[in-house]
């Protein structure tokens, strides 16, 4: 994630907020990030899913800054219905096309990297469309300001979680 973030950065220094030279640089990015996860093999710094990921970084960022930006007729309410009606008829038509729709960026694996694209993009949509039905709230602001803590030092929690669970007597044998 933090690779991915000083990517999105420097791609938005670059494009000095340009959006045609974003969408060419995310573009590039996104390519080199899917032909270097090809073999499977994980990368230095995860690179390859760092390139990949930068697609959703612009979608975000565009979605945020320049559709929200302006005025719609459409009811937030009605946008999150068809996005998600929209998002799941995809992944249903998809599981048939792609049985299971198996995705791994860990590893680089993709049932189809364009179809992955447009399913995670309507899933982004979704989500922002969504979110804006949500009312404002200080604790998913605070766990969403921290998502990246969480993030990286989830295992060393969970380490923690499990010892002090098979303390307890009787949890080891429901584990």
Excluded at 13 to 23: A, H, T
Excluded at 87 to 108: H, K, R
Aim: glycine share 4%; aromatic share 14%.
């Amino acid at each position: 994630l933090l690779v991915l973030e000083i990517i999105f950065f420097v791609l938005i220094k670059l494009s000095g907020k340009n959006i045609y030279l974003l969408l060419v640089a995310t573009l590039a990015c996104t390519i080199v990030g899917y032909m270097l996860s090809a073999n499977s093999f994980v990368k230095p710094w995860k690179i390859d899913t760092a390139l990949t990921c930068t697609q959703y970084m612009t979608f975000g960022y565009l979605l945020n800054n320049i559709v929200d930006k302006r005025e719609t007729s459409i009811d937030n309410r009605l946008k999150a219905v068809i996005g998600t009606l929209l998002f799941f008829a995809l992944l249903i038509t998809m599981n048939f096309i792609w049985p299971g729709c198996s995705v791994d960026m860990n590893m680089g694996t993709y049932f189809n990297p364009l179809a992955f694209t447009v399913l995670s993009f309507v899933g982004i949509y979704m989500c922002f469309a969504i979110c804006k039905l949500i009312k404002h709230s200080k604790i998913l602001q605070f766990v969403g300001q921290n998502t990246f803590i969480y993030f990286v030092f989830h295992m060393y929690v969970v380490k923690v979680v499990l010892t002090v669970v098979l303390k307890v007597p009787f949890a080891k044998k429901s584990l």
